[in-house]
């Protein structure tokens, strides 16, 4: 009855494969965050960017869901960071021990700027 | 003219249905805000309420409909105390450490698992009243 809606789309930005999250992350967000990460990987994605956004509430189960998405990654070789979370949810993620395994930025620009550094040092 | 609580309590009780902890999140929450609380404690005290009540409702109450997890809150001027009360259709206190996330990427265990920790880390205080009567009673804590 109570179910929240979350927004989950996807799209690329300069090799960067973006999934953007709209809304709460809670056991209901699973399926819909799965397929689009799913989908990043079948196209091939390297960096995927995990992009928050107006998310008022992410619980227990949806940081589960997250740490699921991390241990993808891992197998797959690939990179994952994450921008968008509010100071409170930024501070979620170090308490659980997810900031080791994806970078944490302000914003999406703050995160571009951080890749193109990086390419530009490898 | 704002107005100053020196004592005040607030009870409110919900389904065993996910979802509605949100609702009980946001009324604690304005309680917090109006009895003078940071908003970055309220921050903290939301995530810590929606984990108890899932907690409740799913582990306590094991999602069962018609059953409901019942809340306290008691401010006394220097701390709000919360009491997160299910009809206990299941023992949970948790007495393992739980895993950590380097762990459960190593698939030592389930993903899930995290709402406790959260508690414990944002709360002052947080734990099970060992003599709760007719189902578990997890309380914690917030000091000004």
Known sequence: ?122 | MKTTYHSASMELSIPSELGYEIIARDAVAVFALRLGFSPERVEDLKTALSEACINAIEHGNLLTPGLRVHIACIYDHERLIIQIHDQGLKRYACTTTPLTTAEKIAGLGSMRGMGLLLIEQLMDEAGFLPDAQDGNCFRFTLYR
């Not at chain 1, 998310?55 to 994952?80: C, F, H, P, W």
């Open chain 1, 1 to 122: 009855m109570l179910e929240d809606e979350l927004n989950v789309s996807i799209r690329q930005r300069e090799g960067v494969s973006i999934i953007d999250l709209m809304g709460d992350v809670t056991t209901f967000a699973e399926e819909k965050i799965n397929d689009a990460y799913r989908q990043v990987t079948e196209q091939g994605a390297r960096t995927v960017l995990l992009n928050f956004r107006q998310n008022d509430y992410i619980n227990s189960a949806g940081i589960a869901i997250l740490i699921g998405i991390v241990t993808e990654v891992n197998r797959n070789n690939q990179k994952l960071a994450v921008s968008g979370l509010s100071q409170h949810f930024q501070k979620i993620f170090r308490m659980v021990g997810l900031a080791q395994y994806a970078e944490i930025y302000q914003d999406e620009d703050e995160a571009f700027q951080a890749f193109k550094s990086a390419l530009a040092e490898s």
